[in-house]
């Protein structure tokens, strides 16, 4: 894929998730690519200089013929993560039972407010660099995203992601249904599909995704989320790069614990909205 001095770039780009080191003899080289790819967290292995021979009581792992040593693996929350997959799973099947007779209602007033479909999707990236289709309620006209591009130069942003207050594209019934986030509601069903979860970083268009810089890539490391802590902690504040601390130090500190508070912090901001 490259060369040493490209492995850091690789890893994100590509979401590479194990190295395996194969340079007998080269221990600077060895090093170095082990000190990359601990700092960006992959699993590291390495193919140890043996005399040939089958050495069946070596314990090392074997891949084919080759056997490797492992120097480094990166700990995974399993247990956690699969509470969280319920969790996910529940809880979204739950609130669309719930919330669907309130979402009938505004798909109605949609259809009436504005020509159109009800439901808006469009392609976003997720989990290591998947695609995968995001749904909505649509809140804007239907040809916003060819308006786009004509609008950039007013974005309000401080990074690659767009967004403008008093966005003309917004339709009426839109700038409410954005106001108390009930555009996100049919997300649930991103949910229940396992593109989403519930907690996580926002997923971003993929135009927005081809401005990333070398060091956003670490935010496609998990599942994107419905909220998540930027969303009940800065959601009105411009920069990018506070945006992606945020989504960082929620990746680097995540706890099922975390998951909770933040949903709860969803419904005090919803019933308090400071804009979106």
């Not at 080289?29 to 009581?57: Q, S, Y």
């Not at 994107?224 to 990018?240: E, K, M, Y």
Request: charged residues 25%; hydrophobic residues 45%.
């Amino acid at each position: 894929l490259g060369r040493i001095a490209d492995l850091e770039w690789l890893a994100r780009a590509e979401f590479i998730d194990e190295v395996i080191l194969a340079l007998p003899g080269e221990l600077s080289k060895a090093r170095e690519a082990a000190e990359v790819a601990f700092r960006n967290h992959l699993d590291i292995r390495a193919v140890p200089d043996l005399p040939p021979g089958p050495w069946p009581d070596s314990g090392l792992d074997r891949i084919g013929e080759v056997p490797v040593v492992t120097l480094h693996r990166e700990l995974l929350p399993c247990a956690g993560l699969f509470l969280k997959h319920l969790l996910d799973v529940g809880a979204a099947a739950l609130c669309l039972g719930i919330v669907s007779p309130l979402m009938a209602i505004i798909a109605l007033l949609i259809r009436m407010d504005s020509p159109g479909p009800v439901i808006y999707s469009a392609e976003r990236i997720g989990a290591e660099g998947r695609r995968f289709r995001c749904y909505k309620f649509r809140s804007m006209v239907t040809d916003a995203a060819q308006l786009k591009e004509d609008l950039r130069a007013k974005n309000e942003r401080l990074g690659p992601i767009f967004k403008i207050d008093n966005d003309p594209r917004i339709t009426r019934i839109g700038r409410i249904i954005r106001r108390y986030s009930l555009d996100e509601l049919p997300q649930l069903w991103n949910v229940l599909c396992g593109d989403m979860s519930l907690v996580g970083p926002r997923p971003h268009p993929i135009d927005d995704v081809n401005r990333y810089e070398l060091h956003h890539y670490r935010r496609l490391d998990v599942k994107p989320g419905i909220t998540g802590l930027w969303q009940v902690t800065a959601r009105d504040c411009p920069s990018f790069e506070l945006n992606m601390h945020l989504d960082l130090t929620y990746i680097e500190n995540w706890n099922l614990g975390l998951d909770l508070r933040i949903l709860a912090s969803t419904v005090r901001v919803l019933f308090a909205p400071e804009g979106v």
